[in-house]
């Protein structure tokens, strides 16, 4: 969290993100500087870094340097886990890693004209590149531990969008909020989507024919519906009681 945060009028309020170690920070700073030992610290970042690095790459930066970018992004991100969170007292740490980016709306979205696997002008396969490089780096730099509790977040949301059925999933293509700004004549409703995200996304400005009980995977392009989370909370909670932690 924290990359591109711009603050804007229409964003008041709302993108109020910052940097993980600054999250941290704010956390020590009001509970006396550590933690008790007794709470269970859930860590999930890196996302933001993968948008920023993969649309960064020109002319004048090249794939390489957005690779090593994320590298450092998630061996920093471990030292903060480390030094600030464990090493300020925290005893039960869940790590989830980057989920796969490429199989959601926004993914599918992308120009996919090379099929060769390691052609990095293929800007999807550079995209799941950069995912996968990511969560490399943050399980070598942070493994399993008697404190730490690594979630594949990466696996478990490509299964999601590639065997729906076995997680009573209706659409993991669409996205359950309609995105579109009010438009007189093209979405004349009063309450449409003036972000184009999840964020501002209610039961009246839903996709047309969505009804807030249906099982979409994506309410917008990479967020997930509230049933997506539901899945993903699942999933820790199960790795959480195997490890002993429940």
Not at 91 to 113: E, L, M, Q, R
Request: charge should be negative.
């Amino acid at each position: 969290m924290g990359i591109g945060n711009a603050f804007s009028p229409v964003q008041a309020g709302i993108f109020l993100t910052v940097p993980v170690v600054a999250q941290i920070q704010n956390y020590l700073t009001a509970n006396g500087g550590s933690f008790s030992g007794n709470e269970i610290v859930m860590v999930m970042a890196g996302a933001n870094d993968i948008f920023t690095q993969a649309g960064s790459v020109g002319p004048s930066y090249p794939p390489a340097s957005a690779v090593a970018a994320v590298q450092t992004a998630a061996s920093e991100l471990a030292n903060d886990v480390k030094t600030q969170i464990i090493g300020k007292g925290a005893k039960y740490v869940v790590v989830a890693n980057i989920p796969d980016i490429a199989s959601t709306p926004y993914g599918n979205s992308i120009d996919n004209h090379s099929p060769i696997p390691n052609d990095m002008t293929n800007p999807v396969v550079f995209l799941n590149y950069l995912v996968t490089t990511f969560n490399a780096q943050l399980k070598a730099s942070l493994p399993d531990s008697v404190n730490v509790l690594n979630i594949d977040a990466y696996t478990a949301s490509h299964d999601e969008v590639t065997n729906p059925a076995k997680y009573n999933l209706t659409n993991v293509t669409g996205t359950a909020c309609d995105l579109r700004p009010y438009n007189a004549s093209t979405n004349p409703n009063p309450y449409a989507n003036p972000l184009g995200s999840s964020l501002a996304c209610n039961s009246n400005n839903l996709t047309a024919g969505v009804i807030a009980t249906d099982h979409y995977l994506f309410a917008d392009t990479v967020h997930p519906t509230p049933y997506g989370y539901l899945l993903f909370a699942t999933y820790v909670l199960q790795a959480m009681t195997n490890k002993g932690w429940y």
